[in-house]
């Protein structure tokens, strides 16, 4: 609690979240059903009442509260700002806590409420430290989970999003045949689920991130969730980049173009490896704060969610699979509460699966149907390898003579059965270029420097590896 300083940085929305037993389920559905022909980037309207923001009236005198007992010293139109919302909606419940004698007026600039200095009072502190027990959440107000839901369903991308010239000019720079990208149009912009599988160093992750360049338009997402009284944080710095920083605090206190509990973002593009397990994808309680984190899939709806390396998690990849069957299908996700009540919300972030292993290593011909999509991505052609090598060395500014590429595949390939990776080119090249900087030779590459830069990427043993 002495920890003041986090008012100081940018608002985080710690997790809470209350239960609710939802046996069956009743409506998921309720979170699908979007008209293609709706834009995905209207701005969340800026709720007028108290009741436009799905919020109890006392879940908002809370959090004037506490930011009150962490801030000290507030203005008016600054405690708005805080939490997100106009200062008109509460304005109200500010005069309503004078009344109750939590808090009071230190000063005023003459203005109104709006320029006010409002404070706790000694009771006011008490009744904030005993909201503290409950959970430590600041930070704009809280979304519910029905505004949210209807915000994720709103910003889908419209049928017919993505384009064939779109879709090529975010892979621009990498060197993949027509073929290729007949099939990773359609699983993109589908939305669903892609497995992407083949030899490691083929650029499997390099290809799926790519992914990530297909859409720049803005969404909103907002900094924090509720249910029935509790908090759920999806803000994170670490995926979420913020484009709205820079706006004015004035001018959102007082004239807001979109509700002030939302941020604006481009579409997350969440990356987890072989670090991810199953506690990972449900919600997360901090035992300190009292508040619930949102797992990762949450956290990338309306974006793309890449799980790399599937099948080396700590989860077995049935397990990952099974955790998402109903998701997957059903565009919803169930979440477990510490009370051992489930929230339902929506599912939509693009699920892409990038694999090293043999997809029957991963599971079965039932688990394997769930991924709507799949692509093996092969070695490159010598075609393919020799224009990976070209673009490598122009855009390193580094010569080399004619011919010089099917000698080294001649020697270091042909001759001893070894395939073709699209990763060889950068690898080789690097180490070229490292030893021509340490020998201080010219800057060109020649055949001995290209043998010396092959021996030293590669084992001896595996020379002859298929």
Not at 122 to 146: C, F, K, M
């Amino acid at each position: 609690m002495e920890n003041s300083s986090i008012l100081e940085q940018e608002p985080v929305c710690p997790p809470v979240i209350s239960e609710e037993a939802v046996p069956g389920n009743s409506k998921p559905e309720v979170f699908g059903k979007s008209n293609p022909l709706e834009r995905h980037d209207r701005a969340p309207g800026v709720p007028e009442t108290i009741e436009g923001t799905g919020l109890p009236a006392s879940t908002i005198e809370q959090l004037i509260l506490k930011t009150l007992y962490f801030r000290g010293e507030v203005f008016g139109r600054d405690l708005a700002t805080a939490l997100g919302l106009k200062f008109s909606l509460i304005d109200g419940l500010i005069e309503m806590l004078k009344l109750q004698h939590l808090v009071q007026v230190k000063r005023s600039l003459g203005m109104g409420s709006v320029t006010a200095v409002i404070v706790l009072t000694d009771t006011g502190r008490n009744r904030a430290r005993d909201y503290l027990e409950n959970n430590q959440y600041i930070g704009p107000a809280p979304v519910p989970i029905s505004q949210y839901a209807e915000m994720v369903r709103r910003q889908r991308p419209v049928e017919g999003w993505l384009t064939k010239e779109a879709l090529e000019a975010a892979y621009r720079h990498m060197v993949l045949t027509p073929r290729i990208l007949s099939q990773v149009g359609p699983a993109a912009s589908s939305g669903n689920s892609f497995l992407i599988y083949g030899k490691p160093g083929d650029g499997k992750t390099y290809l799926a991130e790519a992914l990530a360049k297909l859409d720049d338009s803005v969404i909103y997402l907002p900094y924090a969730l509720e249910f029935q009284g509790a908090v759920i944080q999806i803000y994170d710095p670490i995926y979420h980049h913020r484009i709205d920083a820079q706006e004015s605090s004035a001018v959102i206190a007082l004239e807001p173009s979109y509700d002030g509990r939302f941020f604006k973002c481009k579409r997350p593009f969440i990356v987890s490896g072989g670090e991810l397990t199953l506690d990972m994808l449900d919600l997360s309680l901090n035992p300190a704060s009292k508040v619930y984190e949102a797992p990762l899939q949450l956290k990338a709806n309306n974006g793309i969610y890449l799980i790399d390396d599937f099948g080396r998690q700590k989860a077995t990849p049935a397990e990952v699979l099974n955790r998402w069957i109903v998701p997957m299908e059903r565009r919803v996700d169930y979440l477990n509460l510490r009370s051992g009540g489930k929230m339902v919300v929506p599912f939509e972030a693009f699920l892409v699966f990038s694999t090293n292993l043999n997809p029957e290593q991963l599971g079965d011909e039932a688990f394997l149907r769930r991924i709507q999509y799949k692509m093996l991505l092969r070695g490159p052609a010598l075609s393919e390898f020799l224009e990976i090598f070209d673009r490598f060395c122009k855009s390193k500014g580094l010569p080399y003579p004619e011919g010089m590429v099917e000698r080294l595949i001649e020697r270091h390939y042909q001759k001893t059965g070894k395939r073709f990776r699209r990763c060889h080119p950068r690898d080789i090249l690097s180490h070229a270029i490292n030893l021509l900087h340490f020998e201080k030779l010219p800057f060109a590459l020649t055949d001995e420097v290209l043998d010396r830069a092959f021996e030293s990427c590669f084992l001896e043993e595996n020379e002859a590896e298929a």
